[in-house]
C-alpha cells in the first residue's frame, strides 16, 4: 500500500478514535505523518515509523504557527492537512452555557479554520495540496440537543466548499469528510440511549469503525482524488441517504 508515499501529512486530534486510525492508516500509505493532539500520551507512536507527534492545541493560533513552522522546516513541505479534532455536546439551546459553547466553537471551528490558515501559505509554494475537513452526519442533519455539535460542523462543511473554490487554480484540494455513528472513545462516552437510537436509525445497523472512516481519508488525501474538491464524503452507513 502506497498511495501517500513521500506525502507530508498533519493529522489533529489524533490521540484516539477516528483521528488515530487515519494517521496509522495514512503511515501504512507511505506518508511522514505528524499526528498532533492536545495531550501528549500517543502511546501508539512509540516505534511506529512514518509517525511523529506534536502538542497542538487546535484552537491557539499560535500553536498553529509553531507546529506548521516546524513541519516545513524539517521536511520541506505539508501535502495534506486533516482536520479532525472535534469535541460534542447535546445540552440543549436553553442550558448550555456560554463557556461550553465558546468551547465547541473554539475547537470545531475556529480550530478548522486556524488549520487551513497555516498550511495555505506552504501549499501555495509549492502549488499542491489536499486538505481534509472532518465534518460529520451532524453538519447536515440534527440530533436532539446537539445544536452546538451541528452549528460547527455546518460550519466545517460549508468552509471547505469555500476554500476550495478559492484555491482551486492554485492546486489545493479541500473537501469535507462525514462520519456517520463511529464506535469511539468519544461515542462510548455518551448516554446509551443516545448511542442506541442513532444506531438504530442508520440502515445498515450498525456503528461504523475508524478504519472505515480512515479509507475515505485516505482516498481524499491522495491523487487517487484528483479531480474532487469541494465535495462531501459521506460514510454513514446509509443515514441520510433517508
Known amino acids: ?3 501517500l508515499t513521500g506525502k507530508v501529512a498533519i493529522v489533529t486530534g489524533a490521540g484516539r478514535g477516528i483521528g488515530q486510525s487515519i494517521a496509522e492508516v495514512f503511515a501504512r500509505e507511505g506518508a511522514t505523518v505528524i499526528a498532533t493532539s492536545r495531550g501528549s500520551d500517543v502511546d ?5 515509523p512514518g509517525l511523529e507527534y506534536q502538542q497542538l492545541d487546535v484552537s491557539s493560533d499560535d500553536d498553529w504557527q509553531r507546529v506548521v513552522g516546524d513541519v516545513v522546516a524539517r521536511h520541506g513541505r505539508v501535502d495534506v492537512l486533516v482536520n479532525n479534532a472535534g469535541i460534542i455536546t447535546y445540552e440543549p439551546v436553553h442550558e448550555l452555557s456560554v463557556e461550553d459553547w465558546q468551547r465547541v466553537v473554539a475547537i470545531n471551528q475556529t480550530g478548522t479554520w486556524l488549520g487551513m490558515r497555516a498550511v495555505v501559505p506552504a501549499m501555495l509554494a509549492q502549488g499542491a495540496g489536499s486538505i481534509v475537513n472532518v465534518s460529520s452526519i451532524w453538519g447536515s442533519a440534527a440530533v436532539a440537543g446537539g445544536h452546538a455539535y451541528h452549528a460547527t460542523k455546518g460550519a466545517v462543511r460549508n468552509m471547505s466548499k469555500n476554500a476550495a473554490i478559492t484555491y482551486a487554480r492554485d492546486g489545493i484540494r479541500v473537501n469535507s469528510l462525514h462520519p456517520g455513528f463511529i464506535s469511539t472513545p468519544l461515542t462510548d462516552a455518551q448516554a446509551p440511549d443516545v448511542n442506541e437510537y442513532v444506531v438504530g436509525q442508520t440502515p445498515m445497523g ?13 482516498f481524499l488525501a491522495s491523487d487517487d482524488s484528483g479531480f474532487m474538491t469541494g465535495a462531501e464524503l459521506v460514510i454513514d452507513g446509509g443515514y441520510l441517504a433517508q
Open 206 to 218: 450498525r456503528a461504523g469503525k475508524p478504519e472505515e472512516i480512515a479509507q475515505g481519508a485516505v
Open 1 to 3: 500500500m502506497s498511495r
Open 44 to 48: 501508539y507512536l512509540d516505534g511506529r
